[in-house]
Nanobody
Framework: QVQLVESGGGLAQAGASLRLSCAVSGRTSRGYIMGWFRQAPGNLERKFVA?????????FYGDSVKGRFTISRDNDKNTTYLQMNNLIPEDTAIYYC???????????????????WGLGTQVTVSS
């Protein structure tokens, strides 16, 4: 069993930065692709934000966050991060981290392939 806990969310003004963390416990996150997703207010869909391979050598980003967000991980700490810069009101959402434990080496965008999820952390960006 794998448990994921997000932290670091909050209220920020447009243009500010926040860093989200995702701590993994239980089975370690070694070998797992980790992803960040977000669910905007009034929207049932969880949209892909960023993903990272186990080694950290490969990352992939959703179009709306490219150049502003950076995903990283520290496997010794079993923690994945999402650095969010130049925030805009459209970034307001609940942010979830997720683990793909299928041993895949491909970062996939569909939330359906991620089998463990955190409870989410709220990010609100004011204009």
């Amino acid at each position: 069993q794998v448990q994921l806990v997000e932290s670091g969310g909050g209220l920020a003004q447009a243009g500010a930065s926040l860093r989200l963390s995702c701590a993994v416990s239980g089975r370690t996150s070694r070998g797992y692709i980790m992803g960040w997703f977000r669910q905007a207010p009034g929207n049932l869909e969880r949209k892909f934000v960023a993903g990272i391979s186990w080694s950290g050598s490969r990352t992939f980003y959703g179009d709306s966050v490219k150049g502003r967000f950076t995903i990283s991980r520290d496997n010794d700490k079993n923690t994945t991060y999402l650095q969010m810069n130049n925030l805009i009101p459209e970034d307001t959402a609940i942010y979830y981290c997720a683990a793909d434990t299928s041993a895949s080496t491909i970062i996939l965008l569909s939330p359906d392939v991620y089998d463990y999820w955190g409870l989410g952390t709220q990010v609100t960006v004011s204009s």
